[in-house]
Every structure is written in C-alpha cells, then in structure tokens.
C-alpha cells in the first residue's frame, strides 16, 4: 500500500451519485475509503441525482465544483452502464481539481471548466478491490482508486493514459421565427425547471427584436413573466427566473412547478416575442 504523503493541508473528497439515502450502497463506499484513507475527509454533495441521470448529474457537479478546496478529489458515481465495456476513469485538472468517476460524460461539463490536463483508465488491479461486482462498481473500482489518490499514488499508475474523455451534450436553445425554443434539462429538489435557456442566449434572440416584451411558456400554458427572484410571484404563482445556475428556470413561489406543469427534464419550454407589448 502507498505511503501516505504527511505534508501540506489535506483537500477533500467529495462523493455525488445517484444512490439515493435508504440503501448502504454509499456508506459502503465510505468504508472503502476510511479502510485504504482513515485520515481522509470525506464530504457528500449530494446522493439525491435522479437514478441514472447522467445529464443531471453532470450538471450538478459543474455548479459546485469550484467552491471546494483546490486538490479535492470528486468521486462521482451515476452509472446506468455499470458492467457494460464503458471505461472506469480518473482526471486531473488544470485548475487543481481531480475526479474519478465513469467515462459515460458524467465529469465533461466540470472538467471542460477546469481544464483537462490528463487522464487514465482506472485499469491496475492493486487499487480495486479483490473482487469486483458488475453492479457496484462505486463500492469495488472508484471508492479505491479515490482513496490511493487522496493517499498520494500517481494518477499514472492507476492506468493508461487516454488522449480524450466522454463529453457530454447539452443541445443549445433554437431560434424559430419569433420564439427561442430551450428544453427542462435539471429538476432540483424544491421542483425548479432548469433548462438550457442562458442569459446570453436570450440577450442575443431579444436583441433581434429591441424593445419587445417577452413571455415564456412550458409546453402549452400560459405566458409566464420573467421575473428578478421568486419572491416577485404571488404564493402559488408560476414564473421565470434566472436562478443560481444561470439559466431560464420555471418555478412555483413556496410550491413545486415540477408538480404544477407535470413537467421532467425534456419538457420543451418556450421564449415568446410579444410584438405588440413593449418593454417600459
């Protein structure tokens, strides 16, 4: 077993999945880690990702990475391909920050953040376990490799290199005449809708149409106001918002609006040019 390194001041890691709080499958991963790392700190960002939404995942960890410590290592695990020929992987990043997770493009959006500077199959029996499950490859592949990581051993070790990662797509907005057509792509846990309608992609499609008020629907109800915050809707009140993720989001103010429209990611949302009604 690696010697672990005794200098400098330990970054954590940091565990996402999908495996929701019933079951043990992250505290057996835990164990892995404290068994091969006791001195490790270890933080949850979340075990709430929908089951197998890679999309969602992925997501999530772009909008946190970077508020952790430089060096911390983010073990992240939504797997819906877990056994099958998709690569177990560990990343190193430009900006410090490391990851181990599948190659299914669950680490794309943060590590295009950080800045890829290499990354290995996770290949070297000595940091699995002994025996593998098909299914669990978060207690028996990634929870190891975090922990020799975290311990100092060399990401070369750990594998061959490999010239690219899985990136994931998230499709751009599209201009249709008079409406800019986005999708629901993240449903947080209060029943916000994230879609993949950015502020400057709505600044480009309002600048076509300059002094015209616009107006967001989801799927065929009502125009909806874009508003500063939540608070500006009356209590149960649907609305538009850019949220914390920088991106168009429908909400309810104190309700769900997942609840509210029956909406999931993929539900199609849509920016309106009211030409008839001017701003001011």
Known sequence: MTRARTSG???????LTDFGYRDHYVGAMKGVIATIAPQARVLDITHGIPAQSVTAGAIALRECWRYFPAGTLF?????????????????ETLAGARFVAPDNGLVSLAVEQAGLKRAVELRAPRYRLSKVSSTFHGRDIFAPAAAHLWRGERLDAMGPRLK??????????????RR?????????????LVTNIGRAALARFESSFPGARLSVRIGRGAP???VNAYGDAPRGAPLATFGSFE????????????????????TPITVTVNLGLRNG
């Open 75 to 91: 073990l992240a695990v939504v797997d819906p391909g877990v056994g099958t020929p998709r690569l177990p992987i560990a990343v």
């Open 164 to 177: 690219t990662i899985e990136r994931l797509s998230i499709a751009e907005p599209l201009v249709r005449g």
């Open 9 to 15: 001041r330990r970054a954590p890691i940091a565990i």
């Open 180 to 192: 800019l057509v986005g999708t629901v792509i993240y449903v947080d846990g209060f029943g916000n």
């Open 224 to 226: 909806l106001r874009i």
């Open 247 to 266: 991106l168009l989001e429908i909400a309810v103010r104190d309700s769900s609006a997942a609840g509210f429209f029956k909406a999931a990611e993929g």
